[in-house]
């Protein structure tokens, strides 16, 4: 079972709509969970982190975390074109000093 | 200013070359990581220093050495480069320990071995 997992997509949603990429972990003392956003030929850059069970909001962007499913998602709202990229859920995995990330899920948001 | 910068963006070369990536940061981070991305995008760590000290080695090739003169550089020499080393390259640094790792990347350096 791979450390962090991710649907690769692609994912597509209309302009406007809700977005919703998700992310499954199997260490169960994982600790942090982020949120990367990838463009093409560019460097993955942070969108969100979130440590505690719940709902962490940031503008249009929500991270959901339940430790017990051992779940994290990212929930894009009035999703926009330059919303595309590619979104890398990282995992820091407990007493590792590492960040492992998901394979990544590809979003394109349609006009 | 940047936080984290690699040299070069591009690398373009022979089998069976030598070459190397530098990656310095300006953060005042302890932690220092080198991350290979293939061409599906998975991002998988390949080395992690501590205060110039090597933490994390996830089974690379000792074709690869890291050298970390001191904690804000973090070095990559490849030896007898392979097809297969073909990829992009990304440093990263972040905090030491703690919930808070964010952890920031350079630009990365694709390498292309032909």
């Known amino acids: 079972q791979k450390e962090v997992e991710q649907n690769s997509g692609p994912l597509s949603v209309p302009e406007g709509a809700i977005a919703s990429l998700n992310c499954t972990y199997s260490?169960?003392?994982?600790?942090?969970f982020f949120w990367y956003r990838q463009y093409s030929g560019k460097s993955p850059e942070l969108i969100m982190f979130?440590?505690?069970?719940g709902d962490k909001e940031d503008g249009r962007f929500t991270a959901q975390l339940n430790k017990a499913s051992q779940y994290v998602s990212l929930l894009i709202r009035d999703s926009q074109p330059s919303d595309s990229a590619t979104y890398l859920c990282?995992?820091?995995?407990?007493?590792?000093?590492?960040?492992?990330f998901g394979q990544g899920t590809r979003l394109t948001i349609n006009p | 200013d940047t936080a984290v910068s690699q040299t070069p963006k591009y690398l373009v070369t022979q089998m069976g070359n030598d070459k190397s990536i530098k990656c310095e940061q300006n953060l005042g981070h302890d932690t220092m990581y080198w991350y290979k991305q293939d061409s599906k995008k998975f991002l998988k760590i390949m080395f992690s220093y501590n205060n110039k000290e090597l933490i994390i080695n996830e089974t690379v090739p000792n074709r690869f050495s890291p050298k970390s003169p001191d904690k804000a550089h973090l070095n990559l020499h490849i030896n007898s480069l392979e097809l297969g080393d073909s990829a992009v390259y990304f440093c990263a640094s972040s905090r030491l320990g703690g919930q808070d790792t964010e952890a920031f990347f350079g630009q990365g350096t694709r390498l292309t071995v032909v």
């Open positions: 979130i440590y505690s069970n």
């Open positions: 990282a995992v820091n995995i407990r007493g590792a000093q590492k960040l492992v």
């Open positions: 260490d169960r003392g994982s600790q942090s």
